[in-house]
Every structure is written in structure tokens, then in C-alpha cells.
């Protein structure tokens, strides 16, 4: 397959087809919950099924470490999150959820479920496992020509 411009690449495509996405999931979530962004939810959604740090979050959601902190600080803001600081080492903290963000999470499910289906609309369980497959071999492809 050749390829005559950048913007007409297999990455190109993932990149423009992960900003569709993610256009998708903000329109369809501000429709139910206007105060948070797509990544905000995310961040709800792993701290809710996962025992994570902060760092461990960052790194889930492609964030770099200050700008978690910033997400971190609205979301505590919005009333969706707690932080406290562990007593023994004072560089560990605990993110919970409050009743608020429980609230929220419970709303946004149906429509996470919703977002994923119109994405995936038409393709098989073999196209999605293909896919996944094929994603999973570039990303490997680029770590391991980083070391």
C-alpha cells in the first residue's frame, strides 16, 4: 500500500478516527451531564472499578502527570472526587468517589454503552478482534523500537 501524503496514512486514520470518537462521547455526555468532559468521566469510570494511583491514572488516560493533577483538582472542585493525603507518607493520597460522581457515573454508563455502539455499528466479532489485534501489534511495533 503506498501512501502519498501524511494525512493519508494508516496513523493518520487512527488519530483521525480516535478524535471522532472522542467527539462522539463529549456531545453525547454533555447531553446528559453538561459539567464534564470526556476525560473527566474516564477518570470517574477507572477510579470507581480500579484501585489505582494517580500516576497509574495519568498513564491509562494519556495524560502527563501536571496535567492530571489540574483534572484531579477540578473534578474535586465539581464536587466529583475526594483527595486525602496518607498520614504515614505524606507523596500518597486516595482519590474517591463522592456521592455526586457516584451519581454521575450512574447516568453516564447508558451512555458509554450507547457511544460504543454507534462506533462499532456494523462490525463483526471477527473485523473488532482482527482490529484489536492489528492495534495491539503496532503499539508493540513502537515500544519495543524505543528501548
Do not use: H, W
Request: with cysteine.
Amino acid at each position: 500500500m503506498k501512501f502519498e501524503t501524511p494525512t493519508n496514512t494508516v496513523l493518520y486514520s487512527i488519530e483521525e478516527t480516535i478524535k471522532a470518537y472522542r467527539r462522539l462521547c463529549q456531545q453525547n455526555i454533555s447531553s446528559i451531564v453538561p459539567t464534564i468532559t470526556v476525560d473527566q468521566a474516564l477518570i470517574l469510570i477507572i477510579i470507581d472499578r480500579e484501585d489505582k494511583s494517580q500516576s497509574e491514572i495519568a498513564d491509562l488516560v494519556f495524560k502527563d502527570y501536571a496535567s492530571m493533577t489540574r483534572i484531579i483538582k477540578l473534578m474535586i472542585n465539581k464536587n466529583y472526587l475526594t483527595k486525602t493525603i496518607d498520614d504515614a507518607d505524606k507523596r500518597k493520597s486516595e482519590l474517591k468517589i463522592t456521592p455526586n460522581g457516584k451519581e454521575i457515573i450512574k447516568k453516564l454508563n447508558p451512555v458509554i454503552k450507547k457511544n460504543r455502539e454507534i462506533a462499532l455499528n456494523s462490525l463483526s466479532e471477527q473485523e473488532l478482534k482482527q482490529l484489536f489485534e492489528i492495534l495491539n501489534k503496532i503499539t508493540q511495533n513502537c515500544k519495543t523500537s524505543m528501548k
